[in-house]
Structure formats: structure tokens, C-alpha cells
């Protein structure tokens, strides 16, 4: 079974600087997709960006871009010029052969102005 | 186009009871899975339709069970319903076919269920 670990339960960053959220995930499978979702307060869950794990090069969605280190089974995210509406739970999400999402504990980010 | 449509937002049921929840897909989708998000466990996979079908089923009792109708549309239903059935269901669409975006599933803003 895939596991999927998110080390970090809360981080901090003040208001346009810079933030690094981890994951790590553990499959036997080649083929799979990466997830990053944000949970605000109202609970919607959005998709924040998504790696195929095919692909070599590191997605990029504005402001947000990941490291996928595909030999270390390890995907951050990166969120550049925070702001205050990027304050929420963030989850990590692994999608494999079966088509389900397993998600980490994620990790609650506060931004401080 | 309309997102994930989820019914109703809040529930509040006591023990023993059972409860149905809706979702209505995005249009297009046939697949629709749904999630359990509690404190204690996070968020846990409970099942996945598609085409009327179930496709997988997550590690949850049987008193857990859904449905998905010819126009996408899933209902997700618990019977006995215990204390720690209190969660906040999420239902998630997606495609299925064709194009890079397959793959990716799109929630709904969920069903808050109170257990007392």
C-alpha cells in the first residue's frame, strides 16, 4: 500500500517571502500523478498543482511550483510571495494504479503579515 | 460550468440512525469518489463509482456503502450510524478519459455529519 508523510504540521511565513512545504511518499508502482491540495477554513478543497511522475521537469502554477525527486520518493512545494489568502491546511496526495487518492496528514500554514 | 455539488451541508443525526448523502459530479465526469476527513484519521478513501459501478472500496464497514446513478449523480449512504461516523464527507469527480487532465479530481465543499 502507498503511504504518503508530511513531516511538517504547521509552518510559518510572513507575508511575501518564501515557503517550502515537504512530502514524502513511499509506492512500488512507475506510473502515478502528485497532488498538492489547499483546504481553507470553508473547507473546499482546491487543487493546487499536479506532477505526473513521467515527467522529469518540475510543475509551475504562478506562484507555486514543486521539487519532485522522483529516486527519493520526495515532492515539495514551493510557494513564492506569500500572501495572506495562501493561509490553509495544505495536503500532499499520491494517485496510482487505482485511481484513489492517499493523502498525508497535512500541513497547516500560517501567514503572518 | 457548475463545480462538485454536495447535499446537504450540515447533518446532525444520533446513534443508531442512518443518513444519505448526495453529490452531484461536474458535468462530464463519470467517476465520483468519496472521502471521510476526521481529526483522528485524516482523510481516508471510502469508495469510487463509475458508470454505475463500484470500482474500489476503501477499508471501511459494510454499514458504509453508495450508489452512483446513469447521470453520474452518487449517493453515499451509513446505516447504524456510531459516534465516530462524526466527519466531514467529501465527494470528489473526475473525468476519467481522454486529455492530460484525467486524472485530476475535483471536490466538493463536503457534508459536515454530527453523530450524537
Known amino acids: 500500500a502507498q503511504t504518503v508523510t508530511q513531516s511538517q504540521p504547521e509552518m510559518s511565513v510572513q507575508e511575501a517571502e518564501t515557503v517550502t512545504l515537504s512530502c514524502t511518499y513511499d509506492?512500488?508502482?512507475?506510473?502515478?500523478?502528485l497532488f498538492w491540495y489547499k483546504q481553507p477554513p470553508s473547507r473546499q478543497m482546491i487543487l493546487v498543482i499536479r506532477q505526473e511522475a513521467y515527467k522529469q521537469q518540475n510543475a509551475t502554477e504562478n506562484r507555486f511550483s514543486v521539487n519532485f525527486q522522483k529516486a527519493a520518493k520526495s515532492f515539495s512545494l514551493k510557494i513564492s510571495d506569500s500572501q495572506l489568502g495562501d493561509a490553509a491546511m495544505y495536503f500532499c496526495a499520491y494517485n496510482g494504479a487505482g485511481n484513489m487518492l492517499t493523502f498525508g496528514g497535512g500541513t497547516r500554514l500560517m501567514v503572518k503579515p | 460550468k457548475a463545480g462538485v455539488t454536495q447535499t446537504p451541508r450540515y447533518l446532525i443525526k444520533t446513534r443508531g440512525q442512518q443518513v444519505t448523502l448526495s453529490c452531484s459530479p461536474i458535468?462530464?465526469?463519470?467517476?465520483v469518489s468519496w472521502y471521510q476527513q476526521t481529526p483522528g484519521q485524516g482523510l481516508q478513501f471510502l469508495f469510487e463509482?463509475?458508470?454505475?459501478?463500484?470500482?474500489n472500496k476503501g477499508n471501511f464497514p459494510g454499514r458504509f456503502s453508495g450508489r452512483q446513478f446513469s447521470n453520474s449523480r452518487s449517493e453515499m449512504n451509513v446505516s447504524t450510524l456510531e459516534l465516530g461516523d462524526s466527519a466531514l464527507y467529501l465527494c470528489?469527480?473526475?473525468?476519467?478519459?481522454?486529455?492530460?487532465?484525467?486524472?485530476?479530481?475535483?471536490f466538493g465543499a463536503g457534508t459536515r455529519l454530527s453523530v450524537l
Open positions: 470528489a469527480s473526475r473525468r476519467s478519459s481522454g486529455g492530460v487532465t484525467k486524472n485530476i479530481q475535483y
Open positions: 463509482y463509475f458508470s454505475e459501478t463500484q470500482r
Open positions: 458535468s462530464g465526469h463519470r467517476s
Open positions: 509506492t512500488s508502482e512507475s506510473d502515478y500523478y
